[in-house]
């Protein structure tokens, strides 16, 4: 029952733009919480993508990048490669929930 | 450079409890991070399950607060997770993560492998 919705799949070709939303409300991402985004390859851990809405970690390409408005926060893979072929999960945290960190339900990129 | 690995039995039987360790090591357990349970069930998204700190000081889901437990053992530089009262619905990956201590905000900066856990009889 997350309290985060990303849509289940999106698919581009290679060297496109694909942006994946997380829609939230007031009480997580609208009410100014930090929003992160993990990648988790083919049968791996996840792995830390971006940070505080739109900070990419050392080592992560700059074609990965974030955005947040009001209640939703965007992912945006841009230059699309193979290797970007993923699932990817945004977090961040809701004062209903006492502060809890919560997930998004997930989306599976596909590279076509 | 830290790096975190998960144990435990991969088979726990319904009603029972599901005990797993995370061992830390190229750190130290005492830094000033915290500490992370998260679970995937097959198919389906993440999940936080709570976090330590090495003092002991705790914070649980409120969805399974009252059957989770995470423990601290500095001597052994780990920590531990106890889910009690099982059901299948408590099948995952269970990974355990470090909290970042500022260089990224909170996010969950390193991860275990996961271990799978199946609850069946």
């Known amino acids: 029952q997350s309290v985060l919705t990303q849509p289940p799949s999106l698919s581009g070709a290679p060297g496109q733009r694909v942006t994946i939303s997380c829609t939230g409300s007031?009480?997580?991402?609208?009410?100014?919480?930090?929003v992160h985004w993990y990648q988790q390859l083919p049968g791996t851990a996840p792995k830390l993508l971006i940070y505080?809405?739109?900070n990419r970690p050392s080592g992560v390409p700059d074609r990965f990048s974030g955005s947040k408005s009001g209640t939703s926060a965007s992912l945006a893979i841009t230059g699309l490669q193979a290797e970007d072929e993923a699932d990817y999960s945004c977090?961040?945290?809701?004062?209903?929930?006492?502060?809890?960190?919560?997930f998004g339900t997930g989306t599976k990129v596909t590279v076509l | 450079q830290v790096q975190l690995q998960e144990s435990g039995p991969g088979l726990v039987k319904p009603s029972g409890t599901l005990s797993l360790t995370c061992a830390v090591s190229g750190g130290s357990i005492s830094s000033s991070n915290w500490w992370s349970w998260i679970r995937q069930p097959p198919g389906k998204g993440l999940e936080w399950i709570g976090e330590i700190y090495h003092s002991g000081s705790t914070k649980y889901n409120p969805s399974l607060k009252s059957r989770v437990t995470i423990s601290v053992d500095k001597s052994k530089n780990q920590f531990s997770l106890k889910l009690s009262s099982v059901t299948a619905a408590d099948t995952a990956v269970y990974y355990c993560?470090?909290?970042?201590?500022?260089?990224?905000?909170?996010?969950?900066?390193?991860w275990g492998q996961g271990t799978m856990v199946t609850v069946s009889s």
């Open positions: 007031s009480s997580n991402i609208g009410a100014g919480y930090d």
């Open positions: 993560a470090r909290i970042s201590a500022g260089s990224y905000l909170d996010a969950l900066d390193i």
């Open positions: 977090q961040s945290y809701d004062s209903s929930l006492s502060g809890s960190r919560v």
């Open positions: 505080g809405h739109n």
